[in-house]
């Protein structure tokens, strides 16, 4: 290191060298997600056509504790619409002629104009709810939403378990994307509450 910073061209050297590493690098990890993706497509469009295709379970929660009691988060994230305050959906409703409750189906449109249908497995309100997935129906989801009373309100505890493609890096790209989104809903929950009085159970 000496001699770099008594030699500015050595420097400059050092720090252009740096900088195309740096380069290859990124473009290496772009490259590896593009082939992860990749091999994730066709594992789901094997799965969906019938063909075996081998893959293995993925489970990850997160957590958030908000100042007020468990019905008030409860009825917050309820409702299918709420998914259009909390998540990217654009448009969200309960699918007619379903159930409240358990069999409740949810269906979210996002902006792209794609969608999804959840629906409630089991439920124990205030305090519990699990959902699947019905489509798409390569979406091998089932999630989880419990609520916990705590002396200082109630803490929100959201979990997942799903089948991803037995690839190399794929369940930690899945698990990280997963996470980040899931951290977004439970911070847009608090910053939703932010509002109302906080009522302790």
């Known amino acids: 290191m000496a001699d770099a ?3 500015p061209q050595l420097a400059f050297g050092l720090i252009a060298g740096l ?3 740096l380069i290859v690098l990124s473009a290496a990890g772009l490259f ?3 082939k992860i993706r990749q091999a994730a497509r066709q594992y789901h469009l094997a799965a969906s056509q019938g063909f075996p295709a081998p893959g ?3 489970r990850a929660e997160e957590s958030e504790s908000y ?3 468990a ?3 409860w ?3 309820r409702a299918a619409e709420s998914a259009v305050l909390l998540e990217n959906a654009a448009r969200a409703y309960t699918e007619p002629g379903t159930p409240t409750g358990v069999g409740e189906q949810q269906t979210f449109i996002r902006a792209d104009g794609s969608a999804s249908t959840i629906e409630v497995v089991e439920e124990e309100a205030p305090y519990w709810a699990k959902t699947v997935f019905v489509a798409p129906s390569n979406a091998d989801m089932v999630q989880t939403y419990r609520i916990e009373p705590s002396e200082s309100g109630c803490t929100l505890r959201m979990g997942m378990t ?3 493609p037995a690839i190399p890096g794929y369940s930690r790209l899945y698990e990280k994307e997963w996470r980040k989104n899931t951290r977004c809903y439970l911070n847009r929950v608090k910053e939703n509450l932010a509002s109302e009085t906080p009522r302790h159970a």
């Open 32 to 34: 590896f997600r593009f």
């Open 19 to 21: 900088l195309v590493l």
């Open 5 to 7: 910073v008594g030699n």
């Open 75 to 77: 009825s917050l994230i």
């Open 56 to 58: 293995r379970t993925l």
């Open 162 to 164: 799903v089948t991803v």
């Open 67 to 69: 100042a007020c009691d």
């Open 71 to 73: 019905e008030t988060v």
